[in-house]
């Protein structure tokens, strides 16, 4: 298959790109930011997002989606990574999205699927419990008990955790903290006996919560998929968010060079425009190479995911390890090549160098996913 994107993928990217232009300029980030908003995003922007049917972009037809992949996933990312555009697009339409469409049972999917669609509930993957981006470490305990199953336990770093309807909570069912199976997930409503949600703010001004779980009870069709068993289909679902990820980072890291080189067009010093350096112009021209090679990989990744039976694992460890290097390379750019006005918070080129830097470490960075990439290839 050509590494290209097809007609109908051009055209949602283009869709997605001039409507949240022109809903969601990085003006009202930094609006939203200033005024410490309680949601973190504008619910008119996402009722948006519904209505273009962006919401409902991996929710099967049957349910009111659109049926469609990682590849448009992965183009609606890069128009939210060149905007900047806070929603919970990945936490809900994306990661929420896919589990339920994998896991859910027929009830479920009929309770939570249309709904999602529609833009009218929200979730959030509640999986990591460190610092860093530990999947395979749960230590979070769902006991067994009369008529279902009791959390206890914390999570960090639960993206639009504060704001969603249902919590999709990752635990430990059997085995040890760090053995790969006995993992269950089980959907949790926010506001259930026990959850404590505490919101935390991101560097980017994005959205994440510490949670903690004190003897949460849920019944047994709380359980997503099936007990014990969800590390492999979730594993396969985070493949998917890394590789919907490695598109909103190019999105960073292309918007960020592309203002980067009208400043260079633009800024005169020393009686001639800056792009007129040669040393700058051959940074600008080593930053371009990046960016495209980047590109190439992320979409060849995204189309293995929508094509192969098999995840393609190293693939997925490589999108993201390398998304995350080009974009922190065109962000670090873009800020020295605007000078002392680009470390200045009244000008947006810094805006993304925080985003470049929170998703970095999402679901994990790329030494994370460098070393990944060795293990699955043998080394």
């Known amino acids: 298959m050509a590494i290209v994107l097809n007609e109908t993928q051009e055209m949602l990217r283009d869709s997605a790109l001039a409507f949240l232009k022109e809903r969601a300029p ?57 905007t900047l555009a806070p929603s919970p697009f990945f936490s809900t339409a994306l990661v929420g999205a896919a589990l339920l469409a994998r896991l859910g049972s027929a009830a479920q999917k009929e ?12 979730t959030a993957l509640a999986i990591d419990e460190h610092g860093s981006h530990r999947p395979e470490r749960q230590s979070l305990r769902a006991s067994a008990g009369e008529g279902g199953y009791v959390l206890d336990g914390c999570k960090v770093f639960v993206v639009d955790g504060h704001v969603a309807d249902t919590l999709i909570v990752v635990a430990r069912t059997a ?13 949790v409503p926010r506001d259930a006996a026990g959850v404590e949600v505490e919101r935390t703010v991101m560097a980017d001004a994005t959205n994440a919560a510490r949670i903690r779980f004190a003897g ?5 069709e709380a359980v997503l998929g099936s007990v014990d068993q969800g590390a492999a289909p979730l594993g396969e679902v985070l493949d998917l968010a890394r590789a919907a990820l490695a598109s909103e980072l190019l999105g960073v890291g292309d918007e960020a060079f592309a203002r980067t080189l009208q400043y260079l067009k633009e800024r005169p010093q020393f009686g001639k425009l800056i792009g007129e350096f040669q040393a700058l112009q051959h940074r600008a021209a080593q ?32 999108a993201k390890a390398r998304a995350g290097t080009t974009a ?13 006005i680009g470390m200045t918070d009244a000008f947006e080129i810094g805006f993304f160098m925080k985003r470049a830097r929170t998703l970095q470490v999402l679901l994990g960075d790329a030494n994370y996913h460098a070393d990944r990439w060795a293990a699955l290839r043998g080394y």
């Not at 922190?328 to 002392?340: C, I, K, R, S």
């Open 287 to 318: 930053l371009f190479t990046d960016l495209e090679i980047t590109r190439a990989l992320v979409l060849r990744t995204q189309q293995r995911l929508d094509e192969d039976a098999e995840p393609p694992r190293a693939l997925v460890a490589a």
């Open 111 to 122: 309770r939570l699927l249309p709904a999602i669609a529609q833009g009218r509930h929200l």
């Open 216 to 220: 949460v009870r849920v019944p047994a």
């Open 175 to 187: 085995g040890a903290d760090d053995d790969a199976q006995g993992i269950t997930l089980f959907l």
């Open 328 to 340: 922190t390379l065109a962000v670090q750019e873009g800020v020295q090549m605007h000078g002392g």
């Open 26 to 82: 990085i003006a009202a980030l930094r609006k939203l930011r200033d005024a410490r908003d309680a949601t973190g995003f504008s619910r008119e922007l996402w009722a948006g997002f519904a209505e273009l049917g962006f919401a409902g972009v991996l929710v099967p037809e049957q349910y009111g989606g659109s049926g469609l992949g990682a590849v448009e996933a992965g183009v609606i990312m890069e128009a939210i990574g060149r």
